[in-house]
């Protein structure tokens, strides 16, 4: 079992719809963690983290922390064909800074 | 604002060569980390430093060492290339205290072992 699991996806939606995706971790000693943005063979880019349970809102995202069920996910409003990614859940425990990154869900959204 | 810097952008080895990846981290930052993403993978954590010091050690192999210099800038060497490594190689910056707050990469190496 993967450290940190997604859905691989395609998640396809159509322009201006909610894109939901989800993230699970196994390990309950997580402190940190993100979501980045990653476009085809380009560099991750941090959309969003969180650290403490409940919701984080900025701009269009929406992350979601719930640390009893191990669980993280994003949200995106008003989808734009440009957020057709794969988008990159990641978890930090230790203070290390070290990054343990899900296999990515693949978002398309269609005009 | 200045960003981590990459070098060279695209790399082409043959088998069993060596290759030596280039990081410049933030400016003031004293943290550097690196990743391997293999075709279709998720990033996978290899080495990290801190003040010069390797602070902690993922999936790197032993043909891989890496360091970082008085200017904290890093390099990560690969010794007898195999196919397997071709990848893309990210560095990531960040400063004391503030690691577990997310931080960004840089532009990446993009390796191919012919």
């Known amino acids: 079992q993967k450290e940190v699991e997604q859905n691989s996806g395609p998640l396809s939606v159509p322009e201006g719809a909610i894109a939901s995706l989800n993230c699970t971790y196994s390990d309950r000693g997580s402190q940190s963690f993100f979501w980045y943005r990653q476009y085809s063979g380009k560099s991750p880019e941090l959309i969003m983290s969180?650290?403490?349970?409940g919701d984080k809102e900025d701009g269009r995202f929406t992350a979601q922390l719930n640390k009893a069920s191990q669980y993280v996910s994003l949200l995106i409003r008003d989808s734009q064909p440009s957020d057709s990614a794969t988008y990159l859940c990641?978890?930090?425990?230790?203070?290390?800074?070290?990054?343990?990154f899900g296999q990515g869900t693949t978002l398309q959204v269609k005009p | 604002a200045a960003g981590v810097i990459q070098s060279p952008r695209h790399l082409i080895k043959e088998k069993r060569e060596t290759a030596t990846l280039k990081c410049y981290p933030i400016p003031r930052h004293d943290t550097v980390y690196w990743y391997q993403q293999g075709p279709g993978q998720d990033p996978q954590f290899l080495i990290s430093f801190y003040e010069k010091m390797q602070s902690d050690k993922g999936s790197i192999p032993d043909r891989f060492s890496a360091q970082q210099f008085s200017d904290y800038h890093s390099e990560l060497n690969m010794s007898s290339l195999e196919l397997g490594d071709s990848a893309l190689y990210f560095c990531?910056?960040?400063?004391?205290?503030?690691?577990?707050?997310?931080?960004?990469f840089g532009s990446g190496t993009r390796l191919t072992v012919v």
């Open positions: 990531a910056s960040s400063s004391t205290g503030l690691a577990n707050y997310g931080y960004t």
């Open positions: 969180i650290y403490s349970n």
């Open positions: 990641a978890v930090s425990s230790g203070n290390t800074g070290k990054l343990i």
